[in-house]
């Protein structure tokens, strides 16, 4: 009895010895690398080289901590913004690395003051994520939105006090039309002389 | 024209004070069924004020309907008032003198039960002031209520001036006796005396209201149109609405104008006045605006069609091929071919001829106006189910009211008013006559009962 | 002031303020013309006001937000629950689909679902044919209707090109009692008699919440902008910047050839065409 307890336990041991080997072993990923991103903002120029008003690139690098451009990831950009209760993050676009590590979206901001631009890249199998802020001094604004219009207001302006004042006299002619027949009708019964 | 030679014609006085008198029991059966149907309809608006627009069978797919159609017509009808009276007193058409009262007194009644129906399809009735607290001079309901009531203080003004004589001829029959026949009729003659200075104020006043109410119908029914035409919903966005309302409205009021003169002509004995001439003269201009609002519809149609774009043509197949087409081609054939007909060939042109056909256009044109509303709000907009509107009998019985209040109203006014105008057919016969083509004299007494009956052919 | 013809003639300067008639004649002349110019500048203020109030646009500057809207077809289901969400939060009787989803057919035939609210145009037609004003438009841009003003005549039913309007055709579902009196910005219990639509929300939204629908939209395809923070969200937290948004995927506005200069844009996807 002694020795098949003995063997129990000694199986115990080995087995669980070995099942934690397999753990350790299986349960140690490759740790992707670490990745950093840094972003600037920049005027965006036109294709004849002017800078276009209230119009800006973000443009967003990736690189290892070792410094190499990681190529082929997507990266995300966010303004930050104060909106229904909460600040909030708000998607700008979304741009690829190319082979130098950078990504580049439009931005046209719609208030002046700072803007908070976050840019970030998500965790892969290959690269841990990262993101990074940036701040935009804005002065100039140009909006993207269609402006309001009001067409042909002066021609309802005109045209409402011009039919204001056609009923007006219409009504001041009716009105003394009756009048005058009536007090010219009471009134004549004596005074009226005949003509013709 | 004033002249100093004045007329006195006994009979017309008699016959046009004779509903003044006794009425039979002809008269109060039929006031008393046009009473019971004014109850029933007031009782329902009652129900409706209390339930809702609901309970007459508006919904969001239908929000406008048979409301909106009385408005339109039952004020169109009222333009036979502003024809008769004006127009033919412009251009001196002396056989107007019998139905001038006829036509005003009924301009002036549909006018009112045209304007309550713009009350009866409000939802908050309650808050009508707010249209003269509060009125916004983009909005076509404000044009439609100035419109209204300029064109309701017009048509009052011209019925009132020439009966300021005859009511002096009521105060003059009254004058022996006490009561408040007597003070009433007193106060409101105005001292008339029929001096030449009095007769000449009063010619001009009429002649002003007269060339004044012809651009206010026209502009009325305009605005009226406008309330549908300035919306961009496809079987409303069209030009021609204004033209064609107000061509609508003088039909429907021309045809109005020979249904009542008939009905109160029979009723009250008034063969001698009101001859079978009158009928035909008066059919000739429902021809004549029959012609001209079938071409006005077929413009309309037809330009609205002819690119057969997806908003309009939907609409189009359902009024000429598709639900709506029975009742659109039942008043093609019934208000427009059928009239025509009647009134253009010379053995259907009796009075009962002309009767029949203008019964025919009052009603056909009513069903026009629904035709006119009903469609263009069923249509969807984006996608999905035409809507539709099913009158309930709290609609009908409010429109029943509505038609039988104009009757009622003439009866019980001609209690207390002439039912023909003296002063105008006095005037006329005091009035040399000028061209000799006018055959027929408009002095009554050479014209005997026989030469009526016949009914010249 | 002048007693008389006497001092006139003999105390004439030549140059400095006259006295005697001829200075109150000036006088009363020139108050005549200014009151006349007066009146005039009075009566066409009066006149543009008028007109202003009945349908102008200008937004004043002192708005915090400029409300819009947004809808991915892209990603509709036509669940209705934003109808439902909509229909709860207001006590609407179930005809009244303030928000109402479409089951549309595009030009290959396949179906696709379209959510329709109303569009809060800057160029209103039921603003403009609204006879009392009941109809307005509030300094953020959203379009909406004092049912204590309305009269119930339904012209604003007539213009709206969108069908966003809705009637109280009986007496509207009871509301338990509620804390507030109802408003334009709450109208809640509804009046009968009178015309109800989409209020964009306004009283949550200035408190910091969704609209209802966009609330409860699961797929999140509705959301709610403002064009001062040019931001998006929706029911699921997704933020985007408006501007960009729209014009990466080709947003559009529904008939907006007719001039109404809607705020609900449209993100198309199911290949809809845009005669839609």
Redesign the interface.
């Known amino acids: 009895m002694k020795l098949l307890t003995k063997l129990a336990v000694a199986l115990v041991l080995v087995l669980g010895s070995l099942m934690l080997l397999a753990e350790t072993v299986t349960a140690a990923p490759v740790q992707p690398d670490p990745t950093g991103l840094s972003v600037t903002t920049a005027p965006r120029l036109d294709p004849k080289g002017h800078p276009m008003v209230g119009q800006y690139l973000v443009v967003a690098t990736l690189k290892t901590a070792d410094g190499t451009a990681v190529e082929n990831q997507p990266v995300s950009f966010y303004e930050q913004v104060q909106f229904i209760g909460q600040m909030r993050d708000a998607l700008i676009g979304t741009a690829t690395t190319d082979s130098t590590g950078t990504a580049v979206v439009a931005y046209q901001p719609v208030q002046t003051g700072v803007h908070t631009l976050v840019a970030h890249s998500a965790a892969s199998a290959q690269y841990a994520q990262s993101a990074t802020t940036s701040t935009l001094q804005v002065s100039q604004v140009v909006s993207p939105f269609p402006a309001v219009i009001e067409p042909l207001a002066s021609v309802?302006a005109a045209l409402?006090i011009g039919v204001?004042l056609v009923?007006i006299v219409?009504?001041a002619?009716?009105?003394g039309?009756?009048v005058?027949?009536?007090t010219?009708?009471?009134?004549?019964?004596e005074?009226?002389?005949?003509?013709? | 024209m004033?002249?100093?030679r004045t007329v006195v014609l006994e009979d017309v006085r008699e016959a046009a004070l004779r509903p003044m008198g006794r009425s039979g029991w002809r008269f109060w059966a039929l006031a008393g069924v046009l009473a019971l149907v004014v109850v029933v309809g007031a009782g329902a608006y009652v129900y409706q004020l209390i339930?809702?627009?609901?309970?007459a069978g508006?919904?969001?797919r239908g929000?406008?309907g048979i409301y909106e159609a009385n408005l339109v017509a039952f004020i169109g009808v009222s333009y036979g008032g502003a024809l008769v009276s004006a127009i033919l007193r412009l251009t001196q058409a002396r056989w107007r003198a019998p139905i001038t009262r006829l036509a005003e007194a009924m301009a002036v009644f549909s006018l009112l039960v045209g304007a309550a129906f713009a009350v009866i399809?409000?939802?908050?009735?309650d808050?009508?002031w707010?249209?003269v607290t509060?009125?916004?001079?983009?909005?076509?309901?404000?044009w439609d209520?100035?419109a209204v009531m300029?064109y309701l203080?017009?048509t009052l003004?011209f019925l009132?001036?020439p009966l300021?004589p005859d009511v002096a001829v009521l105060r003059d029959r009254f004058s022996g006796t006490a009561g408040w026949r007597r003070r009433l009729y007193g106060a409101l003659s105005?001292?008339?005396?029929g001096?030449?200075?009095?007769r000449?104020?009063?010619e001009q006043?009429v002649t002003?209201?007269a060339i004044?109410i012809i651009p206010?119908a026209v502009l009325v029914h305009s605005v009226l149109s406008w309330?549908?035409a300035?919306?961009?919903?496809p079987g409303?966005d069209s030009t021609i609405f204004a033209p064609y309302f107000v061509v609508a409205a003088l039909f429907s009021g021309v045809a109005m104008v020979i249904l009542v003169v008939a009905g109160f002509r029979k009723g009250y004995h008034l063969e001698r006045y009101i001859e079978p001439k009158h009928f035909r003269y008066l059919a000739f201009l429902m021809l004549t605006l029959d012609l001209l609002y079938l071409y006005f519809t077929f413009t309309e149609l037809l330009t609205e069609g002819y690119t057969l774009n997806?908003q309009v043509t939907p609409i189009l197949t359902q009024l000429l091929a598709g639900q709506y087409a029975p009742f659109f081609w039942l008043f093609v054939v019934g208000a427009g071919i059928v009239p025509l007909l009647l009134v253009a060939l010379p053995r259907t042109r009796t009075v009962p001829g002309i009767v029949t056909a203008s019964a025919l256009v009052v009603a056909g044109m009513w069903l026009k106006r629904l035709l006119i509303v009903v469609p263009a709000?069923a249509a969807?907009?984006?996608?999905?189910d035409w809507g539709s509107f099913r009158p309930t009998w709290v609609a009908l019985s409010i429109t029943l009211a509505g038609a039988a209040a104009i009757p009622l109203l003439l009866m019980i006014f001609f209690k207390f008013f002439p039912i023909l105008s003296i002063y105008e057919m006095e005037e006329m016969a005091a009035e040399p006559v000028l061209e000799p083509t006018m055959s027929e004299p408009a002095v009554p007494e050479l014209v005997t009962a026989g030469v009526v009956e016949r009914g010249i052919r | 002031m002048a007693d008389g013809v006497n001092r006139s003639v003999t105390e004439r300067p030549i140059v400095g303020p006259t006295r005697g008639r001829s200075v109150l004649s000036r006088r009363r002349f020139l108050g005549v013309v200014g009151a006349t110019a007066g009146t005039a500048v009075a009566g066409v203020a009066l006149?543009e006001s008028?007109?202003a109030?009945?349908?102008a646009t200008a937004a004043t500057p002192a708005a915090a937000h400029q409300w819009a809207f947004m809808v991915d077809l892209r990603r509709c289901d036509g669940c209705q629950k934003c109808t439902q969400a909509c229909q709860q939060e207001h006590y609407l009787a179930k005809?009244?689909t303030w928000i109402k989803v479409?089951?549309?057919?595009n030009t290959d035939g396949e179906q696709y679902f379209?959510p329709?609210l109303c569009m809060h145009c800057q160029n209103p037609?039921c603003l403009?044919?609204?006879?009392?004003?009941a109809t307005f438009k509030n300094p953020e841009g959203v379009v909406l209707v004092d049912q204590t003003?309305?009269?119930?005549?339904?012209?604003c039913?007539?213009?709206c090109?969108?069908?966003a309007r809705?009637?109280?055709?009986?007496?509207p579902p009871a509301a338990p009692t509620l804390a507030s009196q109802p408003m334009p910005e709450f109208p809640v219990p509804q009046?009968?008699?009178?015309?109800g639509k989409c209020i964009l929300c306004v009283h949550n939204t200035d408190v910091g919440k969704l609209p209802a629908c966009v609330d409860a939209c699961s797929m999140g395809a509705l959301y709610i902008a403002d064009l001062d923070a040019d931001a998006a969200v929706n029911g699921l937290g997704e933020t985007v910047k408006f501007s960009e948004f729209l014009q990466a995927n080709d947003a559009i506005r529904y008939k907006e050839e007719?001039g109404t200069q809607p705020r609900v844009y449209y993100i198309l996807g199911h290949g809809q065409d845009l005669?839609f």
């Open positions: 309802r409402t204001a009923v219409v009504w002619f009716l009105i039309l009756a005058r027949a009536i010219g009708i009471r009134a004549g019964s005074a009226m002389q005949p003509v013709e | 004033v002249h100093d339930g809702g627009l609901g309970t508006y919904y969001d929000f406008w399809h409000l939802g908050r009735p808050r009508m707010e249209l509060r009125p916004q001079a983009s909005s076509p309901i404000v209520f100035v300029t203080v017009a003004v009132s001036l300021i105005l001292n008339w005396r001096k030449p200075g009095q000449r104020l009063l006043s002003a209201v004044l206010i309330a549908f300035v919306n961009s919903r409303w997806e709000v969807p907009l984006i996608s999905g | 006149a008028g007109l109030s009945a349908g005809e009244q479409y089951t549309m057919t379209m329709r037609p403009r044919v609204c006879p009392v004003g003003k309305c009269i119930g005549c339904r012209a039913m007539a213009a090109p969108y069908e809705y009637f109280n055709w009986g007496p009046l009968q008699g009178t015309v007719l005669s």
